[in-house]
């Protein structure tokens, strides 16, 4: 099974900071998906990522996955109290291919 | 709303005991899932049924099976718990057998073993 790991664990930042939480892998990954997850919910996708180098946009979230499918990267500009939650990434994995996720950065934007 | 539904939500019991947790995912869609996520392991993979049968299977304990129905919905049955079992269990569901696209999960069944 291929691991993503992700850093940092934990970011407490200040209402209008920006911040970039990343996601590593020693293997190749045909797609990558970010979920964010909030307190007594299931996480929700917000991105998927597939081709190298790609770069996308979500109003102030950009996602980027890596030259070489190994990493991904997720910047959020101007943070807001409503970005808090749990951002996971996620890849196929495995025979099946099923969805493994990473540990997640726990983000807290302070207002 | 993610149209996934999982009873019931919080669950407390004894070690050793057996309980069953449900799911009925979204309209349309096959696949199931079922993840585990504690503070200490993250949310793991434990075992996906597509249309009814067994489709793949990750970190899945021999005291807990699973099973879709022709109705589509899943029940997790856990068995002989122990206090290591105490957890997040999310469902989610999918239209296809594959996991390239998006997941859609219901809220979660938080089980507490004492």
């Known amino acids: 099974t291929q691991l993503l790991e992700q850093s940092p664990q934990f970011l407490s930042i200040q209402e209008g900071e920006n911040l970039t939480v990343y996601c590593n892998s020693s293997s190749v990954f045909s797609s990558l998906q970010w979920y964010r997850q909030e307190p007594g919910e299931g996480p929700v996708l917000l991105v998927t990522?597939?081709?190298?180098?790609e770069v996308k946009k979500l109003k102030r979230l950009t996602f980027q996955f890596g030259d070489a499918r190994k990493d991904s990267s997720l910047h959020i500009t101007a943070a807001q109290p409503g970005d808090t939650g749990l951002y996971l990434c996620?890849?196929?994995?495995?025979?099946?291919?099923?969805?493994?996720f990473g540990s997640g950065t726990q983000l807290t934007v302070l207002p | 709303d993610s149209g996934v539904t999982q009873t019931p939500k919080h669950l407390i019991t004894a070690t050793g005991q057996r309980v069953t947790l449900r799911c009925s995912p979204r309209s349309g869609d096959l696949s199931v899932y079922w993840y585990q996520q504690s503070l200490d392991q993250g949310l793991q993979f434990l075992i996906q049924y597509y249309n009814g049968e067994e489709r793949a299977k990750g970190n899945i304990l021999e005291r807990f099976s699973a099973q879709q129905f022709p109705d589509l919905h899943s029940e997790l049955n856990l068995s002989s718990l122990e206090l290591g079992d105490s957890a997040l269990y999310f469902c989610?569901?999918?239209?296809?057998?594959?996991?390239?696209?998006?997941?859609?999960f219901g809220e979660g069944s938080r089980l507490t073993v004492l």
């Open positions: 990522v597939v081709t190298g180098g």
């Open positions: 989610a569901s999918s239209v296809g057998a594959t996991n390239t696209g998006e997941l859609f």
């Open positions: 996620a890849g196929p994995s495995g025979s099946a291919r099923q969805l493994t």
